[in-house]
């Protein structure tokens, strides 16, 4: 199980998709993955998504309008 807290945090936007590609490949191989990030470009690559709503203090699993109109 990888647990990363801001993996992609200052990297220009070319590396950040390398290092969530990357972290889709270990994935995929049957590793688990679980990123902390506030970066939104990417998350066409994830299997799941939550979202932390600090107004309502709740945690709650969502697909926002659009996240999977690109592929992998």
């Known amino acids: 199980m990888l647990f990363l807290d801001?993996?992609?945090?200052?990297?220009?936007?070319g590396?950040?998709?390398?290092?969530?590609?990357?972290?889709?490949?270990?994935?995929?191989?049957?590793?688990?993955?679980?990123?902390?990030?506030?970066?939104t470009a990417n998350v066409n690559l994830c299997d799941q998504l939550v979202f932390w709503v600090v107004e309502a203090g709740c945690v709650t699993p969502a697909v926002p309008v659009g996240v999977y109109r690109t592929t992998r």
């Open 15 to 39: 590396l950040d998709r390398r290092m969530m590609r990357l972290l889709r490949q270990l994935a995929d191989r049957g590793h688990t993955v679980l990123v902390v990030t506030h970066a």
């Open 6 to 13: 801001e993996p992609t945090s200052g990297l220009d936007p």
